[in-house]
């Protein structure tokens, strides 16, 4: 096969979806020992058109060509065996299984058997090698949402495919497992294997790709080679078709104490605090929590929010103890909690938009009076979201859980900020959004700390809690292990604090 016949070639794909075209004539090219970059917002079609290489969608319109031969993919099956691979922004891992099974899940074995002494030495290598580890007799069910999407990044690792697709494959890595993840990537590129990577993070897209294609509104509208002519903001330009917005954390002064966690011991998957957490969030003021996935922040962030109860401990809003907490207490004292996993714990996938923007309010003025759902109130609360976030596609109608994950999280985003929390509890606001949305998210999160809310911010994109916060603590192990004023932080030690290599600095206080 000569080297110069492209490993993929996606020519002329369209797919629609009822009146709405999520891809229309894509041609896209990718060749062997290639990275590109698919960039575009939220809603450009880059998940639907990798949806159609992987065998998830049928294409209306196209073909696709794997090494000149032109292929037909029916079925994620096919795409595995004529060796294309995909870590998608939600796992589909199977959650009674294993993280070892799921990994040897539809690999043929020999004589019937499936090589799991292979297997374990393989996970290993891939562990020790990039840093990705997973204990291999873990239950998925138990692995946090972050877990998952590193079980799906091993999984893509472990199968060696000839294209490899990675849609926001970092969102949930240190720095360092970043670095890890890059130079595995780099050892495939240098195999020979064409890479697509897609990822809103552009400092990550130009330090990885050898070229750059965007998409808008399901079309590609620019395409270039990743060289020193690349900026970021050249590129979030021709992904919006204007100038995006930055917005900047102005310090400024912090109120009294709002809410404060005492004591706080977390049970994580058999897993207790080695110390209790003590935390607290002043009024105006931003608390980044910042760890690798899986560290204690989703239970922190259940505990306090009333979802589920800690060991021990005590959570208080401006003085007043809160007795019994429940997610209804909680929202009563003035608290909202945007969870990480927005289809599990967030919305209900099966129900509208219009209906689910008001999920824990159905009883409250203005959707009920006496008793009497009010569905003008409702529809027209969800079309103000709809047009203020830029929520596509814009039908309130329309079943949250086939709306792409980016547009999901607009929804939340819009529907618990639209409260004016008093307190703001707020896990992964901008995982899988566009330059636009984010810039829109950031932007709300400061009106809101400027009017006095005390935010929690956990995150696991570092440039966003030093972009935000006005302190950060990390987490490791289910405690809070070292904490200080944003001034006085660097992403160096706060990486180091994330693999429980503390920094030298004593904690603040």
Known sequence: M????????????TKTFGNVIANNAVTLEVRRGEIVGLLGENGAGKTTLMNVLFGLYRADEGTILVEGKQIHVTSTADAISLGIGMVQQHSHAVERHTVLDNLLLGLPGSNGLLDKTSALQRLKEIGDAYGLRLDPARPVHTLAVGERQRLDIIRALFRRARVLILDEP???????EVEGLFSALRALKADGVGIIFISHKLNEVRAITDRVVVMRRGEVVAGVDNDDTVTNLSL????????????VRVPHQIGDPRLVARGIELDSHGSQSPLPINLTIHSGEILGIAGVSGNGQVALAEAIAGVKLPRHGSVSIDGVSIDNPSPAVMQKAGLAFIPEDRIGAGFVGPMALKDNMVLSRFSDAPFSRKGWINWKNILDFANMQIAEYDIRPPDPRMPVGLMSGGNQQKAIVARELAFEPRVLIIAQPTRGLDVSAIAFVHRSLMR?????????????DLDEIFQLSDRVAVMYENSVVWETPI???TVSTVGLAMNGSLPTQDAAA
């Open 2 to 13: 000569s080297e110069e016949v492209p490993v993929l070639v996606l020519s002329g794909i």
């Open 170 to 176: 970092t969102s949930v890595l240190t720095p360092q």
């Open 236 to 247: 979030a330009t021709m992904m919006c078709g204007h100038e995006p917005e930055r917005v």
């Open 448 to 460: 809101l700390r400027d009017s006095g809310c005390a935010i929690m911010l956990i995150s696991d």
């Open 487 to 489: 001034e006085t932080a």
